[in-house]
């Protein structure tokens, strides 16, 4: 039977580490260029708490971190994919 490891991570924003399945990735990918929760290359995270996410430093943070310039469209697809889980019906109202 295999061992369920859970990765640790950082988020890049209030530099606390969490699991990896609890992280948004961003990836800079080789081929595609940037992408969400996929892709190969050097990789960024950001925890799921509005307080990193909605930064206003998190864009200056994201580019240093994947070392890139980020698209203003990638902000848009970005907030598109936080508007997800922030539906989540699990969270409880
Ligand atoms: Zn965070």
């Known amino acids: 039977m295999i061992q369920q490891t859970s990765v640790m991570r950082i988020c890049i924003s209030c530099r606390k ?3 990896r399945k609890n992280l948004l990735k961003i990836t800079k990918d080789h081929k595609q ?5 996929k892709g190969m290359g050097r990789s960024a995270y950001i925890c799921k708490s509005k307080k990193c996410y ?15 310039t ?6 848009d697809i970005f907030e598109k994919e936080i508007a997800i889980h922030d539906s989540n019906p699990n969270k409880g109202i």
């Open 70 to 75: 980020l698209e203003p469209e990638f902000f």
């Open 33 to 37: 260029g940037i992408m969400l929760q």
């Open 54 to 68: 909605s930064d206003s430093k998190i864009k200056k943070k994201l580019q240093k971190a994947l070392k890139t």
């Open 17 to 19: 580490t969490y699991d």
